[in-house]
């Protein structure tokens, strides 16, 4: 058992904040980490920039962009996060593109995972069924959890097959879009998240993709163990000019207290 | 041998490395594509467009001057008369015929030089289906021309303004396009690249090119079997079609030609055989140029279709297994070879062709060999370039 499990079990309406490594400044990872930590989020994503980050709209490709010119790589980021668990206890979880973890070497990859405390990873163009075939003993064996997304579109037979093989969390897309472009809680989402509630599925669910506020965190809540808030905070990095109190602050409006 | 297997993999390479937002459209595609396109309506209909309204088939040319100068047999197939002036006409006719069979009303494409897009606003007004062209804003200033073609052909060109702003950006605004309107949009590619299945279906389409060259070499010389097919690869369509029908005769010797741009070790190059190494562009696992750190690298060529970082998979499994062979040439020597085919035989190749025709002075015919040429377009969209170039 994971971190991730052992938080899923003890609490609700989970916050989690994802943004990406090496941005607004190379060296800023873990003075974010500890910011988020300290302002009660439950877990956190961590992004590695890709140069063509399919699923993601503009403000993460645009984060993506400015964090490689700044330098940031896997090993850099690794070299980063070496220490990480002396002042992180929450759930850490890499989330990024298949490519770069291909040429890292996916068995050192996850072996430097396993060494720095890595809890889960989210690689969305690494298809299940490859995930399935060639990389599941591995990941398995390091304890780290695969992280699978479902959108509106995913039929029933294969949520099922998703939720049959995930050990952590289902990443539920909220809508069809990529990331950062689309904001608010509409009926037709309210209508798919109440869908999936009734599949009675044995994986709680996190909501991404258009939550940005506290209106709409809270509205997801209703629906799912908790949600995923990406481009809004790389938003407010962007503007930042104090990360720790700017973070406190953001985390608190989600939270809304 | 040469067709992918069930998950889509030639060899090591293809595969559909995706997102799941975009595995439902990708299943149903898979699910659907062969039994469509080989049904005989679709059949009937497809070469009915390809010869009433695209004007096939194209000619297979004798270029006798040519021959001359490189002693042996040169033929031209004559892609560049296809209807829009370029060879993808063949494989935008095939997938919107399987888009309207699948009920979808709004088409998405990538385009580099404009050359798919021009082909696919085309068969879009011919249908009457919405159309969005994303092009890289670069290509959009050095392929004025087409742009002004697609929006005379009523579709929508949205610039692409992510990294260098060429064909790979492009793709990327095209796959998030298509995983923001999944269930009314049909993406039409243009070449034999992304995911299962559009590498092996985009082949199938333009596989007419190799299907006419061997009946018209038959007729003009006795045999059907060249002892050279020569084509140029960005992502590979022309020469995956010019290929195609060859690839279980061994004899006939395939060679595609890749864009160098300033040469293999300038740093300014798009020749993903000879620079690059394995990895996972747009959804396929192929050779593609990237870094230490895996992240994909900008491409550079004169020729806007040809200005792609990776290569069609069934080309990395041709070379892999010593099938084709693969040979890049430089932004020099391609505009070399442009005017060379226009002051010896009267015609004006595009800058993608030209990387093709480059090579006849580098390969060691016989006086007796039949090599084929694809000509893949016409050197129209080009003319900024030329008239540059060579001080017009």
């Known amino acids: ?51 063509d980050p399919l699923a993601d709209g503009p403000v993460i490709q645009s984060s993506s962009t400015k964090a490689l010119q700044n330098g940031m790589s896997l090993k850099i980021l690794f070299e980063q996060l070496q220490e990480v668990r002396k002042t992180i206890d929450m759930p850490l979880v890499l989330m990024g593109y298949l490519n770069p973890v291909l040429k890292f070497g996916v068995e050192a990859f996850i072996a430097k995972c396993e060494e720095i405390g890595i809890d889960g990873l989210i690689l969305p163009d690494l298809p299940f069924e490859l995930y399935n075939e060639q990389y599941r003993p591995l990941f398995q064996a390091s304890n780290i959890s695969n992280i699978f997304l479902i959108t509106p ?45 009734q599949l009675n599925l044995k994986t709680p669910r996190m909501v991404g993709f258009g939550i940005s506020n506290n209106e709409s965190y809270k509205q997801v809540c209703n629906y799912a163990h908790g949600a995923i808030v990406g481009s809004a905070f790389i938003k407010l990095l962007e503007q930042s000019t104090s990360l720790e109190a700017d973070i406190a602050d953001f985390v608190k409006s989600i939270r809304g207290v | 041998m040469y067709q992918p297997n069930e998950k889509g993999f030639y060899g090591n390479f293809g595969g559909a490395f995706i997102p799941e937002m975009l595995i439902p459209n990708i299943e149903e595609l898979k699910s659907k594509y062969l039994k469509i396109i080989t049904s005989e309506s679709f059949q009937k209909e497809y070469h009915r467009l390809l010869n009433d309204y695209a ?197 006939v010797n395939l060679i595609g030609t890749e864009a160098a741009g300033m040469g293999v070790d300038s740093g300014e190059t798009a020749a993903s055989m000879a620079c690059g190494d394995l990895g996972i562009i747009h959804g396929s696992m192929t050779y593609l140029m990237q870094n230490e750190d895996g992240q994909i690298t900008e491409p550079y060529s004169i020729s806007a279709g040809l200005d792609y970082p990776g290569i069609g998979p069934l080309h990395a499994y041709l070379r892999d297994i010593g099938r084709a062979t693969y040979i890049p040439v430089t932004d020099q020597q391609a505009l070399d070879a442009v005017m060379e085919l226009t002051r010896l035989e009267g015609i004006i190749p595009a800058l993608e062709s030209a990387h093709a025709l480059a090579t006849l002075g580098l390969l060691p015919f016989k006086t007796t060999d039949n090599v084929v040429v694809t000509v893949s377009g016409r050197g129209d969209k080009d003319m900024k370039t030329y008239m540059e170039h060579f001080k017009l």
């Open chain 1, 153 to 197: 579109q995913t039929p029933e037979e294969r949520i099922r097959l998703l939720d049959q093989h995930s050990t952590s969390f289902l990443y539920m897309v909220s809508s069809a879009a990529v990331t950062g472009t689309k904001s608010g809680v509409s009926q037709h989402q309210i209508d798919y998240f109440n869908r999936i509630n």
């Open chain 1, 1 to 51: 058992m994971n971190r991730l499990n052992t938080l899923f079990q003890q609490k609700q309406n989970l916050l989690s904040i994802y943004f990406t490594a090496g941005f607004p400044k190379l060296n800023d990872t873990l003075i974010i980490l500890k910011a988020l930590q300290d302002a009660g989020v439950d877990f956190v994503e961590i992004g590695m920039p890709f140069s």
């Open chain 2, 55 to 251: 004007g096939r088939p194209s000619p297979l040319f004798k270029a006798e001057r040519l021959s001359s100068k490189y002693g042996a047999n040169i033929w031209l197939k004559r892609e560049d008369l296809n209807h829009t002036g370029s060879h993808k006409l063949n494989n935008t006719i095939g997938q919107i015929l399987l888009a309207k069979e699948m009920g979808r009303q709004r088409i998405i494409a990538e385009t580099g030089a404009g050359q798919h897009g021009v082909a696919t606003a085309t068969v879009c007004a011919l249908m009457g289906l919405n159309c969005v062209v994303y092009m890289g804003e670069t290509d959009m200033e050095r392929q004025a021309p087409n742009v002004a073609r697609m929006r005379m052909l009523g579709a929508e060109v949205i610039p692409a303004k992510s990294g260098n702003r060429t064909l790979k950006d492009a793709t990327n605004e095209a796959l998030r396009d298509w995983i923001a309107n999944p269930t009314d949009t049909f993406y039409l590619i243009g070449s034999v690249v992304g995911p299962h299945p559009y590498p092996d279906m985009v082949a199938r389409l333009q596989s007419v090119i190799s299907a006419e060259i061997k009946q018209q070499l038959k007729e003009k010389t006795g045999t059907e079997l060249p002892n050279y097919v020569i084509a140029c690869v960005g992502g590979g369509s022309n020469a995956a079609g010019s290929f195609y029908h060859f690839l279980n005769d061994n004899q």
